[in-house]
């Protein structure tokens, strides 16, 4: 499978009644661990309906945080400079 770079894209979608433009493809999703501990992963995304939609492995850690506890924060991500919250 090949991928092919493309100029960073700026994503559309509602959170709260309110329309956030998300540039690029890459955020950093936080959820909790039990102790209310935050834990930041950058993942992948794409827009689809106006909906966030990533992939990862349904045995990852963040997966089982999030099953556990479905609040999660979410930031713009550029993985050069680190992330940058969303407004």
């Not at 009644?17 to 890459?26: C, E, F, N, S």
């Not at 924060?73 to 919250?85: E, H, L, N, Q, Y």
């Amino acid at each position: 499978m090949s991928h092919t770079a493309s100029a960073p894209s700026t994503h559309r979608v509602q959170a709260g009644g309110d329309t956030l433009a998300i540039p690029g493809k890459y955020l950093s999703i936080t959820s909790f661990r039990r102790d209310g501990t935050g834990v930041a992963t950058p993942v992948w995304f794409v827009q689809e309906a106006g909906r966030l939609l990533i992939q990862t492995d349904a045995s990852s850690y963040k997966v089982r945080r999030i099953r556990r506890n479905p609040r999660v924060m979410i930031a713009r991500a550029r993985p050069a400079d680190g992330c940058v919250p969303s407004r």
